[in-house]
């Protein structure tokens, strides 16, 4: 199983009105540039919010929920600092209650 750490918030504070995307494509260009593989992703609607050991931080996020994923701490705490509306931590995957630490509910248009 792998440790997978989040920073979490409503969809629209990810994704409206903060500059999320600008800071995901910087990192992202910077781990080609170093030839680092991705190690987050930004999920919506995730899934791992049903898990029932989550119940607390789903009740405690606005929803529709966003969530940037990462297996990296360090950028997690990076994100909490500089974001500092979201609420953080992390879980293990893939699990019986967990299956998939990148599913989405959300639909795609």
Same mark, same amino acid.
């Given at each position: 199983?792998?440790?997978?750490?989040?920073?979490? /918030?409503?969809?629209?504070?990810?994704?409206?009105?903060?500059?999320? &995307? @600008?800071?995901? %494509? #910087? +990192?992202? +260009?910077?781990?080609? #540039?170093? *030839? =680092?593989?991705? &190690?987050?992703?930004?999920? %919506?609607?995730? /899934?791992?919010? *049903?898990?029932?050991?989550? $119940?607390?931080? %789903?009740?405690?996020?606005?929803?529709?929920?966003? /969530?940037?994923?990462?297996?990296?701490?360090?950028?997690?705490?990076?994100? =909490?600092? +500089?974001?500092?509306?979201? %609420?953080?931590? @992390?879980?293990?995957?893939?699990? &019986? $209650?967990?299956?998939?630490?990148?599913?989405?509910?959300?639909?795609?248009?």
């Amino acid at each position: 199983m792998q440790t997978y750490y989040y920073v979490l /918030a409503s969809q629209h504070f990810l994704t409206e009105e903060e500059p999320i &995307d @600008e800071v995901l %494509k #910087e +990192r992202t +260009r910077h781990y080609h #540039e170093q *030839e =680092k593989e991705i &190690d987050f992703w930004l999920v %919506k609607q995730p /899934a791992f919010l *049903e898990a029932p050991q989550m $119940t607390q931080a %789903k009740q405690e996020c606005p929803q529709p929920a966003a /969530a940037i994923i990462s297996t990296n701490p360090q950028f997690i705490t990076w994100l =909490k600092l +500089r974001l500092e509306f979201v %609420k953080t931590g @992390e879980f293990q995957a893939p699990s &019986d $209650t967990i299956p998939d630490p990148l599913g989405s509910f959300a639909s795609v248009s």
